[in-house]
Structures are given as structure tokens and as C-alpha cells.
């Protein structure tokens, strides 16, 4: 009886266990789409969209390879 017991007890927790793993999904979303770029003297700048806030980047480059990314509008 015991063994029964336990047999049926593993089995609903083997079933319980695949059950939570069939039903994780994961969130993808789309990265930043960039819209469109610009140069003048040097300064180069481009425009990122981000559906996930509805906001638009913009990130500027100057001599070197450093990148800065600070101004952020959101969209309405």
C-alpha cells in the first residue's frame, strides 16, 4: 500500500513538474531600432527607437570611440 502511495505521489510530481516547465515562456522583444544617422565636423549622431517605452535615443560620437547616449524624449 505504501508503495502505491508513493508511486502516485511521484507521479503527480513528475506531471506537476513538467506542467510548470511546459508553460514558461520567455519575453523576447525587439532591441533599439535605429531610425537614422548624421555627421557634420566630426560629431556624429544617431537615433535609437525603443518600443518597449516608446522612446526615442539619440547617442553622439566625437573623436576617439567613445559613445554617449544620454538625451531620451518619450513619445506620447
Not at 527607437?49 to 506620447?76: H, I, M, N, W
Request: positive net charge; glycine residues 8%.
Amino acid at each position: 500500500m505504501k508503495r502505491l502511495a508513493a508511486s502516485i505521489v511521484t507521479a503527480l510530481a513528475a506531471g506537476y513538474g513538467l506542467h510548470a516547465l511546459a508553460q514558461s515562456r520567455f519575453d523576447v522583444r525587439p532591441a533599439l531600432a535605429p531610425i537614422g544617422t548624421s555627421s557634420s565636423n566630426g560629431i556624429s549622431f544617431a537615433w535609437f527607437y525603443d518600443p518597449t517605452d516608446r522612446a526615442v535615443y539619440v547617442c553622439r560620437t566625437g573623436s576617439g570611440d567613445a559613445l554617449e547616449c544620454k538625451a531620451k524624449a518619450q513619445l506620447p
